[in-house]
């Protein structure tokens, strides 16, 4: 009985994810609502908005889709295992309904997150650094970005966060919490962990452009294989030595 309401639930948060990571991906490629078309993977804007309330709300919704396209797919193991432990704990309320509250704490997170990148996108427009498909035009920010990210993928800190997203097991153990309320806590403190893993990476939005569709997939998927790939926090270390040398020689280019 426990493996058919198991499965039952698996397959619903799992259709539950899919629909809302193919709907935000749906919405980027749309153009966010920017007014945009699309040109070799890289979405153009029709025109720049002033920075109106309004538009920041729409850049706000844009940043927030954009994290939760990223970001869902790379917790999704996290996400059903909290579902699983939920139906056998067999805690008061549906563990569907619990999983989606889960979710949503973990959403919630990246959603204050893109809150910071609107505020940062902002200061960046207006000390005229940044293009209109908004990627940095400072060689010097650009490469100061891929090093500081680099350096910061082998930093205690990270490597500590990003275990406790490749662990769903010890997450869970360490975090559980009971009812509708722990399961939004939890949601927040594993997006938290998240968040510390990958909070410099999705600032070389600002480098490979905010706006460019496979730039975007490209971290997505890079994030994906840093969490869930075997070796994946040995790619990560990798990839930071590569950001380096990158970093570096963009900002070898101001020398000539």
């Known amino acids: ?27 980027l490629i749309a153009g966010a609502g920017m007014g945009v078309h699309e040109m070799d993977g890289m979405l153009m804007p029709m025109h720049m908005g002033a920075w109106t309330p309004a538009y920041a ?15 869902l797919p790379s917790a ?31 959403i919630a997170v990246w959603a204050a997150f ?35 990210a680099g350096i910061y993928q082998w930093t205690p800190f990270k490597q500590a966060c990003l275990r406790q997203c490749r662990s769903p097991l010890d997450f869970v153990m360490t975090h559980w919490r009971e009812g509708t309320r722990g399961a939004l806590a939890m949601g927040i403190v ?42 994946g926090h040995w790619i990560g270390r990798a990839a930071g030595i590569l950001l380096i040398a990158w970093g570096g020689a963009t900002l070898g280019g101001l020398m000539r």
């Open 1 to 27: 009985m426990i493996e058919a309401l198991l499965r039952r639930d698996r397959i619903l948060v799992v259709g539950a994810m899919l629909t809302v990571t193919v709907l935000a991906w749906a919405y």
């Open 57 to 71: 709300g729409l850049l706000f919704a844009m940043w927030a889709v954009m994290m939760a396209a990223m970001m």
């Open 76 to 106: 999704a193991p996290m996400i059903l295992f909290y579902g699983s432990i939920a139906r056998r704990r067999r805690d008061k309320g549906d563990p569907v309904t619990a999983t989606g509250v889960f979710a949503s704490g973990y």
């Open 114 to 148: 893109s809150l910071a990148a609107v505020a940062l996108q902002f200061a960046l427009e207006q000390a005229a650094l940044l293009s209109p498909m908004m990627e940095t035009t400072s060689i010097a920010v650009a490469g100061s970005v891929l090093i500081a």
């Open 190 to 231: 594993h997006g938290s962990y998240c968040l510390g893993c990958c909070w410099m990476l999705m600032l070389l939005l600002f480098v490979g452009g905010v706006m460019n569709l496979l730039w975007i997939a490209g971290l997505a998927v890079f994030v994906m294989i840093e969490k869930l790939a075997p070796a």
